[in-house]
């Protein structure tokens, strides 16, 4: 592989350097790098981060190929910035063994965009009932670590301790759906004010937060570590943040969704807002930001849930609940985070590459930018700023709740272990 | 007016005002000998019912009747829906074959609303109830019967509610009419109070402008009219209250109750009536109960909205000497 030369890039956010990429490895950072040989990025102070990780992308292969495949969702997170994305198990078939799970990951090897990481079903097709066979999915090929039966909460306090047990043989951790069912039986929205004057079923905090609070306790009880899926409320950081301070193992995402919008979007009935976990108000939106920002919230998550467009071209009852979110997520950060004062650049690494790398014990992801380290790097133009337009997304579907709103950010180079995957801002 | 009813809330107090006026002029078309009008001739007035609903349907088809349009009765059952067709290619059928107003009745909240923004037709929409949000033509019918009886028919015309006492009693919860209701009585100035059980009372509600109260006594000698509400028998099962008999005991009205009210105060109730359960027999059929005449009302009432959301600015109502010389030409 030829050598490439990234010339004057601010690496988290710092002082302009150039990087010299040789073959899949990071061969030098410093200033004045030679040129010869190599092929040279302009950086032109543009911010260098490590390639970004997602825990929670749904790419909807097997079953769902009219919303997403491995191919298209790949393309999707290397236009993102995304390196490595971990895939969610609620496909048709679930990912409740190792064949499926198996299969995820021979689509994501082909796919090359990006590296694909399958998650395992917790229970035998997401049911709640009966554990699935966690370890033959560990011991497989895709090497599963994380379990989730995501879509649907592992109500029963029961199968949640055992998978929480289990799991430790193989250092695996379970990410938990947090939503008590019979709380939110027809839930359609946020419960609260706007809920009450729009007449659509509640979803209450206290669904989320009584599972999450109820999760804690069973990992200290067990002496596991847990992680928490898509944390939505004021109320989630509350307990976490108890959680943490009492020396629980836990930790939790929280989507770009969640950080920018709130449920007064719903007043509109337009289904492109309709979620799972629903977005909330603006005080939990506050929260969830400095939560982030302090590190009670080790990560952002993008829940990318893409739907074929008859889905949301519907009536808000009969909608599916997702939204798209690999080609906006770093530019939702950048806005809500960035550009707030509550993070900076590195602060954005830890948060969407080494933590999310280290939950996941995914290897060769979530490194630092130095000599040696494989070159999975993500190249970002700050000072841009654009109208989100889904025409132009990659992935096969279009829920995105951005349509026509100004976002700063974009991703011109994406570098998967130093082959280009996006360059100038176009999938290579 | 705006060219769609969806909510109450989208009334001005001069939209209502002017909504109940017109009202009236069409009640009068009731006691002629020939009750139709030919005010929307050539125009084509679709019923899109997704829910069952004999009382509502009938109401708003007598209404485009009487006002000469063209009616279309849509019911989902043993229609395209039944086989699996979108909102969305039903309201470009409709539109495809003319529509100028669609009364849409669905059981998903915002479903009207959907139908008005998403660009699928061009006529306008009528709520006729979305699931738990609305029921904009139901709390228009019940301002109507409320300023007849409380303030008079000819002594109502150009006035609101201000000042009246209105008590809304059931689940407001799962109610699109309280829901309405709370926000055109509002508008009107007249002072709303629900009572409910607190686990039929909405989340949020604070934020309403009205009075919460769990103690229907203690509201009742403060009423104008009491508005009782159907209960779902089947609410019980899902924990809202205990037994039909205990809702009954707590927040049904009886007649001992109904005695408490101030002497020219009216009972009101939506349909269809659960006799026994939230309403007993005696103070259903009393004069003070208004049920029947709400039905009566709600045809004048409708004939009002599609009168004023199509008609445009030529007069309803023709002065009666001169609808005889048309119809002797």
Known sequence: MPKILIRGAKLLGGEPQDVLVDGETIAAVGTGLSAEGATVVEADGKILLPGLVDLHTHLREPGREDSETVLTGTRAAASGGYTAVFAMANTFPVADTAGVVEQVWRLGKESGYCDVQPIGAVTVGLEGKKLAELGAMHDSAAAVKVFSDDGKCVDDAVIMRRALEYVKAFDGVVAQHAQEPRLTEGAQMNEGVVSAELGLGGWPAVAEESIIARDVLLAEHVGSRVHICHLSTAGSVEIVRWAKSRGIDVTAEVTPHHLLLTDELVRSYNPVYKVNPPLRTERDVMALREALADGTIDIVATDHAPHPHEDKDCEWGAAAMGMVGLETALSVVQHTMVETGLLDWAGVAERMSFRPAGIGRLSGHGRPIAPGEPANLTLVDSAYRGVVDPAGFASRSRNTPYEGIELPGRVTHTFLRGRATVVDGKLA | ?329
Not at chain 2, 205 to 212: A, G, H, K, L, Q
């Open chain 2, 1 to 329: 007016m705006k060219r769609h009813l969806i909510s109450a809330a989208d009334l001005s107090r001069d939209d209502a005002v002017l909504i109940l006026d017109t009202a009236e002029e069409m009640a009068r078309v009731a006691d002629r000998p020939i009750k139709k009008l030919p005010t929307l001739r050539g125009r084509t007035v679709v019923n899109l019912f997704f829910e069952d609903s004999t009382r509502t349907r009938i109401s708003f088809e007598a209404a485009a009747k009487r006002l000469s349009a063209d009616v279309i009765n849509f019911s989902a059952k043993g229609s395209s829906v039944s086989k699996g067709e979108s909102l969305k290619d039903t309201a470009l059928t409709l539109e495809a074959m003319g529509a100028d107003a669609v009364v849409i009745r669905h059981h998903d909240s915002g479903a009207p609303h959907r139908l008005a923004t998403s660009g699928w037709i061009g006529g306008s929409v009528v709520n006729a109830g979305d699931g738990t949000h609305e029921h904009p033509t139901q709390a228009l019918l019940d301002a109507f019967t409320m300023r007849r009886r409380l303030v008079g028919p000819d002594a109502g015309i150009g006035r609101d509610l201000a000042g009246r006492r209105i008590t809304i009693v059931g689940d407001i919860l799962h109610s699109r009419v309280a829901r309405s209701n709370v926000h055109l009585l509002n508008t009107l100035g007249a002072e709303v109070t629900l009572v409910a059980p607190p686990t039929l009372v909405p989340i949020g509600v604070e934020t309403w402008p009205c009075e919460v109260s769990y103690d229907l006594d203690a509201v009742l000698p403060k009423s104008d009219a009491v508005m009782m509400l159907r209960v779902q028998r089947e609410r019980m099962n899902a924990a809202f209250f205990p037994t039909e008999r205990e809702y009954a005991r707590r927040y049904g009205l009886d007649g001992d109750r109904m005695a408490r009210m101030p002497e020219d105060a009216i009972v009101m109730h939506p349909g269809p009536m659960n006799r026994g359960m939230e309403i007993t027999a005696e103070v259903a059929d009393s004069d003070r109960c208004t049920a029947v005449e709400q039905v009566a009302n709600g045809v004048s009432t409708r004939m009002a909205v599609l009168y004023l959301l199509l008609g445009g600015s030529e007069p309803a109502v023709a002065p009666q000497n001169n609808a005889r010389t048309e119809e002797n030409k």
